[in-house]
């Protein structure tokens, strides 16, 4: 059974920033992908940003320039450091990891940004 455990959120003020961190079960080696997402109230699930077993990285445009993918592998963890947060970033933010053609997401992370 994998478990994903994200923690790292919190309530900023607009133009601050946050670290979410990413824990999954066993080596985060062994994961094909390690994806973010993020869900606003009555909104869609929408993708974040995402690095691939290549260490390719992909972001969604609207936090582009602002929102940095890292990882310890010492702490076997992903992160997303989130600079410049804005209004719209609030949401529940979702990391997922990929295995076997399967994904397994994580019980998510409440950030809220104040205007």
């Known amino acids: 059974q994998v478990q994903v455990v994200e923690s790292g959120g919190g309530l900023v003020q607009a133009g601050g920033s946050l670290r979410l961190s990413c824990v999954p079960s066993g080596s985060i080696f062994s994961y094909n992908a390690v994806r973010w997402y993020r869900q606003a109230p009555g909104k869609q699930r929408e993708f974040v940003a995402g690095?691939?077993?290549?260490?390719?990285?992909n972001y969604a445009d609207s936090v582009k320039g602002r929102f940095t993918l890292s990882r310890d592998i010492s702490k076997n963890t992903a992160y997303l450091q989130m600079n410049n947060l804005q209004a719209d970033d609030t949401a529940v933010y979702y990391c997922v990891v990929v295995r076997g053609g399967s994904d397994y997401w994580g019980q998510g992370t409440q950030v809220t940004v104040s205007s």
């Open positions: 690095r691939g077993s290549g260490g390719s990285m």
